[in-house]
């Protein structure tokens, strides 16, 4: 058969030709009829920041400043590793209420081996993560063994931990971890260097380049349609213009803060295991429809075990993070609006809670709106009443958004 009948076959559709088309002009058309077909993805939620950002820079310059901006990306890593967790779970419809509690007695856990018991910090780490993992596995069993629904059971966990978690601590209710722990220092006082955070800023746009290039490759040698090159070298620029803009800025002060490196490194690895891997796509399969994916072949109930103990997993990891940035864990940690702003900014970032729907990024534009409205109105002295309020506003917005864009998706014959 000639090079030209292997053309042939079928002529490509509205979609195929926009994602086969090159230039900035392409990805406008065919983010416009993303948008149009109900797939608003990240839109709604970067819409958001610049409205809020925009909002409290008026009524406080200080807000933008570079200070306020490296003390807000610090304060994103623990509850947005929470988050990250949760967004997990959503993606198969279902919801873990306890991941304050558990992230709770995972610091008490860290603190009373290390400093009361002594052990070495590792081993304390070790333990304290192991908790959560046990916690999620836990959950996965009764889910998958009696049928209990997810919200019973991590709200039983909710009371049960907390409860726990008060018993660990003893009678003191407060443990310092001392400050010349390593793990202190990495949570309050490491910083990378500006040469260090430019390498990593082009490394990192080097990788992402790569790997799309790769992508496309691979589609177009199996005949399906691929991204094109000047696409991709548009997003690479945006992304290093964004990167080192963002680093100059952040480096006026003190620079970008190897915590909340850690929590983007997260992010970037989950994204790759949702994205890239079988578990990944079974995960999605599940939250899509758990009947379709039974009958794909997919281990329904070993999906479930692994989204429930991956999330309590990171909810303790949140923990830690949480204890290591205040030096201490007490009867408090874990408990107040952690539990709610973890949750809230899983679906504040654009995951569905009807499952299915949802990337690794909404952990990280989640946390980034619920905390930059907490600082916002911290700078001008405002009640968390108020706070309380306007992030139940937000995320009650969020929903509608997602319950509209699901019919929008549905009417047009794309859900």
Same mark, same amino acid.
């Given at each position: ?272 295991? #949702? ?9 999605? &399969?599940? *939250? %899509?429809?758990?009947? !379709? $994916? +039974?009958? /794909? ?7 479930? #075990? ?9 909810? &303790?990891? *949140? %923990?830690?993070?949480? !204890? $290591? +940035?205040? /030096? ?20 504040? *970032? %654009? ?65």
């Amino acid at each position: 058969m000639s090079a030209r009948g292997d053309e042939r076959l079928v002529e490509p559709n509205a979609d195929e030709r926009l994602l086969s088309g090159s230039g900035i002009r392409s990805l406008l058309e065919a983010f416009v009829a993303r948008v149009r077909g109900g797939d608003l993805g990240a839109v709604p939620v970067v819409l958001g920041i610049i409205v809020i950002w925009t909002v409290f820079q008026a009524l406080n310059p200080v807000f933008l400043s570079s200070e306020n901006l490296v003390n807000l990306t610090m304060q994103c890593a623990a509850i947005g590793t929470i988050a990250l967790g949760v967004v997990v779970v959503l993606l198969v419809g279902e919801i873990d209420l306890s991941v304050g509690s558990v992230s709770g007695l995972a610091a008490a856990v860290l603190a009373v081996t290390f400093v009361q018991l002594e052990w070495n910090l590792v081993l304390s780490l070790v333990a304290a993560l192991a908790i959560g993992c046990l916690v999620g596995l836990l959950y996965g069993y009764l889910f998958t063994r009696f049928g209990l629904p997810s919200f019973v059971i991590t709200l039983a966990g909710l009371l049960g931990f907390l409860g726990l978690q008060l018993w660990v601590l003893g009678e003191t209710g407060s443990i310092a971890i001392p400050f010349d722990s390593w793990i202190v220092q990495f949570a309050q006082q490491l910083f990378l260097p500006p040469w260090a955070a430019y390498t990593l800023a082009v490394a990192t746009v080097g990788v992402y380049a790569w790997s799309r290039v790769r992508h496309a490759q691979r589609r177009a040698a199996a005949n399906l349609v691929s991204q094109g090159y000047a696409s991709i070298a548009v997003r690479s620029g945006a992304l290093m213009v964004f990167l080192v803009a963002a680093i100059w800025y952040l480096s006026l002060d003190r620079g970008v803060g190897v915590m909340f490196l850690f929590f983007l490194a997260l992010v970037v690895v989950m994204n790759f295991l #949702l994205t890239r891997t079988r578990w990944g796509r079974s995960v999605y &399969a599940v *939250g %899509g429809s758990v009947e !379709a $994916a +039974r009958r /794909a072949g997919i281990r329904v109930d070993r999906i479930y #075990l692994s989204v429930f103990a991956l999330c309590s997993t990171l909810a &303790a990891a *949140g %923990g830690i993070l949480a !204890a $290591a +940035r205040l /030096a201490s864990a007490n009867q408090s940690s874990g408990t107040g609006d952690v539990n709610l702003n973890a949750i809230a900014a899983a679906v504040i *970032g %654009g995951t569905s809670l009807f499952g299915g729907r949802g990337s690794a990024f909404s952990a990280l534009v989640g946390i980034v709106v619920i905390q930059s409205i907490s600082s916002g109105l911290t700078l001008l002295n405002l009640d968390s009443s108020v706070q309380f309020m306007v992030t139940g506003v937000v995320l009650v917005l969020a929903v509608i958004v997602d319950s509209l864009s699901r019919r929008t998706r549905a009417a047009t014959g794309r859900a």
